[in-house]
């Protein structure tokens, strides 16, 4: 069974930074797409950052680029977002999940069809 579980987020300022984690169980990290996707209020899902475990790409948002990086930390299992210079329309619940096929990073983050989701965690960006 595969599990993932998203935490980290909060409420910042613009310009402050979050990290956002996802602790994946029942699955390799060396061979699963896992990403990072959001649901703003009254907008459809945006997939801001995917990966290929295995090594063969990164995908980010035009919207994110320069701002947000992905990375994985395959001894504790955990998928992270590092956020910086926030701006609220950065405001959203934020998803992370994973799928097998491994067909491309862009693949997944735009097509938004993954076999496995979290629960999402609410990231606020207000003065």
């Known amino acids: 069974q595969v599990r993932l579980v998203e935490s980290g987020g909060g409420l910042v300022q613009p310009g402050g930074s979050l990290r956002l984690s996802c602790a994946a169980s029942?699955?390799?990290?060396?061979?699963?797409?896992i990403g990072w996707f959001r649901q703003a209020p009254g907008k459809e899902r945006e997939g801001i950052s995917c990966?290929?475990?295995?090594?063969?790409?990164?995908y980010y948002a035009d919207s994110v680029k320069g701002r947000f990086t992905i990375s994985r930390d395959s001894a504790s299992g955990t998928v992270h977002l590092q956020m910086n210079n926030l701006k609220p329309e950065d405001t959203a619940v934020y998803y992370c999940a994973a799928d097998n096929k491994l067909f491309s990073a862009s693949y997944y983050c735009n097509s938004r069809v993954l076999d496995n989701w979290g629960q999402g965690t609410q990231v606020t960006v207000s003065s």
């Open positions: 029942g699955l390799s990290l060396n061979n699963w797409a």
């Open positions: 990966i290929i475990t295995t090594g063969l790409g990164t």
